[in-house]
């Protein structure tokens, strides 16, 4: 890829909380967005928790209610793989974080996805080069690591791997620029920054809860108020879900070599008994 566009067209790849999360800001913005699932009804849940958070957004005076409509009408849903990439000028994959997935996607847009359009991951933690490594012109892939709840976080990783052309970075960051993010450039390592370092502290936390040195509410009300964290690890990692942190977890300590990312015992047990967090109504809090 070696000139940049104007993004005004995207197709979001997974309609789960970070899927439909992107398709929310982008279509908020303006742009023109498809958001594929294997899974009809999960497109479904995903366009009602839009127009939920919409709403809530209306109701709490962020947002104009005049808005809303316009902003779901630039929503189109899709379980068809090969609308998501048509006519499409960035498609980003929210997927879980299993690379062997994520590179069998990015081996379908490699052979139907316009040769102009950028090829963005939104993984937290797995190599963008290996992503990129099957995709013919790996220039025009970038990661977009997107950050729960991401139509209120600021913040947009972009993450280049060596072959990433200065094209495709400038176009992501114009991207992000125009759908309300912060935008930070970081080069692709195990973790990038922000897991590497939220990984880190959130396993310790864990280990803290499992050691009994404190209750979860307290390791977080330390962290909330004694360093200004505005969430404590173990609520963002309830947010996040203890499956998709486990997993993150259990990448890094090999990637890095490092055991301070190897996901505790207790970690393993509550992923094992369904308590992954939010979405399943219990990990270190409650959750209605």
């Not at 070696?2 to 067209?9: F, L, N, P, V």
């Not at 899974?39 to 947002?63: F, P």
């Not at 990783?157 to 072959?163: A, C, K, R, T, Y």
Request: net charge negative; aromatic share 4%; proline share 4%.
């Amino acid at each position: 890829m070696t000139e940049a566009r104007s993004i005004q067209t995207v197709g979001v790849i997974g309609s789960g909380t970070m899927g439909h999360g992107i398709a929310h800001a982008c279509a908020l913005a303006g742009l023109d967005v498809v958001l594929h699932d294997v899974d009809a009804s999960r497109l479904e849940h995903a366009l009602a928790q839009i127009g939920k958070n919409l709403r809530k957004a209306v109701e709490i005076g962020k947002l104009d209610a005049h808005l809303v409509d316009p902003a779901l009408g630039r929503i189109t849903t899709s379980t068809d793989f090969a609308n998501v990439a048509q006519d499409r000028d960035l498609i980003i994959e929210a997927v879980p974080e299993k690379l062997e997935l994520k590179q069998q996607l990015f081996r379908q847009l490699n052979a139907i996805a316009p040769t102009q359009a950028i090829l963005g991951s939104n993984t937290s933690s797995l190599p963008i080069a290996e992503i990129a490594s099957v995709v013919s012109d790996p220039s025009r892939v970038i990661g977009l690591h997107f950050f729960n709840p991401v139509h209120i976080n600021k913040l947009l990783e972009i993450v280049i791997h060596d072959g990433t052309s200065a094209a495709c970075l400038a176009a992501a960051k114009t991207f992000g620029e125009a759908i309300g993010k912060s935008c930070i450039t970081v080069k692709d390592s195990p973790g990038f920054a922000s897991s590497r370092l939220g990984l880190c502290l959130g396993m310790e936390a864990i280990r803290m809860v499992q050691d009994g040195v404190a209750s979860a509410e307290d390791i977080d009300t330390a962290m909330t108020l004694g360093y200004r964290h505005p969430m404590g690890p173990l609520k963002l990692t309830d947010l996040v879900g203890l499956d998709v942190r486990m997993h993150i977890g259990e990448h890094l300590a090999q990637a890095l070599n490092n055991p301070a990312f190897e996901p505790p015992a207790l970690m393993r047990q509550m992923v094992a008994e369904g308590k992954l967090g939010k979405k399943s109504g219990q990990g270190f809090y409650k959750w209605s």
